[in-house]
């Protein structure tokens, strides 16, 4: 086949059949993984020093949503993570996208499913923004793309930031198929740049966190732990983010879903004393509890993984939390004792480790 057009024909015609049959040594399978790729690098010349081309239709089993990929070698070489041009079939394989599009599976290991999904598409939207900028661009039109039900289905359309839409069945010709791979080339070219200016990590975290997440002290995180909804967290070790630098030091960002989260897994009991009370908020109708940062933030530098993980962050009573602040140090020690021994473990699956000793430390003065 010398004509991506007939490619696409042929995938059209013939996907939903094979996916019935078995995955292995399909050549249907080996034609989109390798034969595409083959023919795209071809058709436009493409610099395999710079650029890889990929195909998929599933790992040991038939994917919902087959793809061919383009990846410009500097920003990413896996449809996994970074920025990538993308030919994404819908479930029923009735439609064929070229979308600019971002790996979902980055921001799902790294936020999990539901903050990721919300993270990715505020990336997205923010970089479509940004193409605005670049006149003369027909394909950020293409707002959004519809795939299907399916989990990675669901990312790839969260992750689209512009590209175009081609109807199997009505397909363009040759010369325009081919004519929107290279002007999205371009784009994606534009898009590498963007990036460039701006780290590619920290592009992310600074399209993403919200000043919300700059909560400077512990009452304003409580006041909007009552307001935000919890987040339910993987327990692994989870990267640090980038700090604030202000004239007292660093401010290391608190997310108030992650304590919502702590207080409901302590299900709105204090953790030194489950039998204290405190008041029912009006916000939540549970009894009002206050996240406590058991290692405090501001040691942060001190440690590889986050501190801001619900394995850090204890649920305490009003009067608790302002005695482990505020309190004489023999008392905050009993408290410590107690909240470390139940944590130490819970800790290490975080990646935190801390002595009783080292803890205690840090509530000294
Ligand atoms: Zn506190
Ligand atoms: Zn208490």
Known sequence: MENLRECFIKISNEYLNEKEKNFAKNSLGYFIRKDIPELIKNKINLDIKKYKVDGSCGQGGWAAVPWIAIFDKDITQSAQEGYYLVYLFDEKINKVYLSLNQGWTFYKKEFGKKKGSENIKKVSDKL??????????????????????????????????????????????ENVLINDLINM??????????????????????YILDDKLFITNEDELNFQVQES??????????????????????????????????????????EFDNNHQSFISDTTKKQYM?????????????FENSLDVIGNIVSLCPTCHKKIHYGIFREKE??????????????ERFGIEITLEELKEKYKK
């Open 290 to 302: 206050e996240a406590h940062h058991l290692i405090p933030l501001n040691y942060q530098d001190e």
């Open 334 to 347: 009993k408290m410590l004792e107690k909240l470390y021994f139940e944590r130490k473990k819970l800790l």
């Open 128 to 173: 479509k923004r940004k193409l605005l900028i670049l006149k003369d661009r027909s394909y950020k039109d293409l707002e959004e793309i519809s795939l299907g039900e399916g989990n990675l289905a669901k990312g790839y359309e969260l992750g689209h930031i512009c590209g175009v839409e081609y109807d199997l069945k009505t397909l363009p010709n």
């Open 229 to 270: 909804s919890s987040e339910e967290m993987e327990i692994s070790p989870k990267k640090k983010l980038t700090p604030r630098i202000s004239e007292n030091g660093k401010i290391w960002p608190r997310d108030p879903s992650i304590s919502k989260g702590a207080i409901e897994k302590a299900n709105f009991l204090c």
């Open 185 to 206: 080339l371009n784009i994606y070219l534009e898009l590498k740049h963007l990036l460039y200016i701006n780290d590619f990590s920290k592009i992310i975290e600074s």
